[in-house]
């Protein structure tokens, strides 16, 4: 798997906003990525030192349509822990 391939795109919520401010990022990843392989398309992506990455899997949800049940995709995502004084921008005007 290539490095661009492992980030599919930030997470930007009002958790992940808090977590910026102890220099953690989320990130939607390929279920495949590992955590080397998300460490190193960070480092390469955005030019930051990479301290720690955590992985969590979401399972999808089961939604209701009339009489058909539908299941949401699963997701993989990743905290990164950055080095202090390390920040990414994600969004303008931060």
Do not use: W
């Amino acid at each position: 798997m290539e490095l661009q391939q492992v980030l599919v795109k930030p997470i930007i919520t009002e958790k992940s906003t808090l977590l910026q401010e102890n220099g953690k990022y989320v990130f939607h990843v390929a279920p495949r990525a590992n955590k080397i392989m998300i460490k190193e398309a960070v480092q390469k992506a955005f030019g930051v030192t990479v301290i720690d990455v955590n992985i969590c899997k979401v399972r999808g949800k089961e939604k209701r349509y009339g009489p058909r049940l539908i299941r949401t995709p699963d997701v993989k995502k990743a905290i990164v822990t950055l080095l202090a004084g390390d920040r990414i921008q994600l969004i303008e005007g931060l």
